[in-house]
């Protein structure tokens, strides 16, 4: 099998699949998790986040999107 990753583009698009495979699999946990909150089989707890991580995440995994439309940054 060839080396997919021979060239900065196709880099690039393999770490926004892998971003976004993440992004999948961590949107169907929630789902689980919520359909077992629903079974009254899960216990939610409330918990201190750092909301800039979040807002990091979130914006690295839109910046290739919004860099391939040419959206700037306001």
């Given amino acids: 099998?060839?080396?997919?990753?021979?060239s900065p583009q196709n880099e690039k698009y393999l770490?926004?699949?892998?971003?976004n495979t993440e992004r999948?699999?961590?949107l169907t946990?929630?789902?689980?998790?919520?359909?077992?909150?629903e079974?009254?089989?899960f216990t939610l707890?409330?918990?201190e986040k750092n909301?800039?991580?979040?807002?990091?995440?979130i914006w690295n995994?839109?910046?290739p999107l919004a860099e391939n439309k040419k959206y700037r940054r306001i």
């Fill in 51 to 57: 909301i800039n991580d979040l807002l990091k995440g």
């Fill in 15 to 19: 770490m926004v699949m892998s971003k």
């Fill in 61 to 63: 995994n839109f910046y």
């Fill in 1 to 6: 099998m060839r080396n997919l990753t021979q």
């Fill in 24 to 26: 999948l699999l961590d």
């Fill in 29 to 37: 946990t929630q789902l689980l998790d919520f359909r077992r909150v």
């Fill in 45 to 47: 707890t409330l918990e």
């Fill in 39 to 41: 079974a009254g089989a």
